[in-house]
């Protein structure tokens, strides 16, 4: 229920983020779902376990993820 895409809305307020953070949009594809990689590919704004709303542990486990050759 996100009130734009997963890029757009966050950056509205998380300006440094939506310029320095890892490669997000159209031409960066999550092999998994071929949907473009977002700020929500990483951080569940609703809150979850890890430091800064993160999927997962965010010093490998989120990477790996989606990079299977670290
Ligand atoms: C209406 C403004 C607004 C929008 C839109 C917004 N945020 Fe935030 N976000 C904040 C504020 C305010 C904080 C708290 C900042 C602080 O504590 O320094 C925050 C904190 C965070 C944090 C840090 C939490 C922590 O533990 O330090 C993350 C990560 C985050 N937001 C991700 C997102 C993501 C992803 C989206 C889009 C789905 C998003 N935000 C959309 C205002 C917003
Ligand atoms: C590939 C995963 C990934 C994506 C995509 C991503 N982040 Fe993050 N983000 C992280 C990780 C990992 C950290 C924790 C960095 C650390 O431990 O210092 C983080 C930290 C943050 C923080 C808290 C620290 C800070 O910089 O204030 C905010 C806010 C944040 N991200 C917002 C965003 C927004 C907004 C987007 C989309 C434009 C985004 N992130 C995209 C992985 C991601
Ligand atoms: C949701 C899937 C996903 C997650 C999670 C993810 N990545 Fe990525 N990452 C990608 C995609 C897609 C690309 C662009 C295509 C490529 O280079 O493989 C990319 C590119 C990169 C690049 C190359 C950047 C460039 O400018 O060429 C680095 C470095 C990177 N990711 C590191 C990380 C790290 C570190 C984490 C964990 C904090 C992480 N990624 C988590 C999907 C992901």
Redesign the pocket.
């Known amino acids: 229920m996100?009130r734009g895409n997963?890029n757009d809305?966050?950056v509205?307020?998380?300006e440094d983020q939506g310029k320095f953070t890892h490669p997000v949009g159209p031409e960066v594809l999550d092999s998994h779902t071929g949907q473009m990689v977002t700020?929500?590919s990483c951080?569940n704004?609703m809150g979850t376990e890890y430091?800064?709303?993160l999927i997962e542990e965010g010093k490998k486990a989120l990477c790996v993820l989606c990079h299977k050759t670290y």
Do not use: A, D, S, T
């Open positions: 996100l997963g809305v966050c509205q307020c998380h700020c929500v951080h704004p430091k800064y709303h």
